[in-house]
């Protein structure tokens, strides 16, 4: 297995500031994600995880984040093995994401239950 490379809250916003070549992506579960997360970010399920290996360029910047660092640590040596060479986990998660940024971006009550019931 490949290490895996950490990147900082700051280094993470210039990268998407730059705007080409880089995915925000969350692996936290759906109920989390629809509580709460970056806009620009895209949530990790099964079937976008297939589709972003089977149809992404390597050379994209892959920047993860979740709720436990192992656990991104473990998808970003997951996109290393798979060929992806810039991809980092975001050092503190979502929570130093949210303490950076200050942005909640999240769908109704209702709604959110209903996917995190029903996929």
């Not at 880089?22 to 692996?27: P, R, Y």
């Not at 806009?39 to 709720?67: E, M, N, W």
């Not at 093995?81 to 050092?91: H, I, M, P």
Request: proline letters at 3%.
């Amino acid at each position: 297995m490949s290490d895996f490379k950490c990147i900082s809250v700051e280094h993470a916003e210039a990268l998407l500031r730059g705007g080409e070549n880089v995915m925000l992506l969350d692996i936290r579960d759906a109920r989390a994600y629809c509580q709460g997360h970056d806009p620009r970010a895209i949530h990790l399920s099964d079937t976008t995880l297939r589709s972003l290996v089977r149809f992404t360029p390597r050379q994209v910047h892959l920047i993860v984040y979740g709720d436990e660092a192992p656990a991104s640590a473990e998808m970003v040596r997951f996109f290393s093995d798979y060929g992806f060479v810039n991809s980092y986990s975001l050092d503190g998660g979502y929570a130093a994401w949210q303490a950076r940024r200050g942005q909640q971006a999240g769908m109704p009550r209702r709604a959110a239950l209903s996917l995190a019931a029903h996929g």
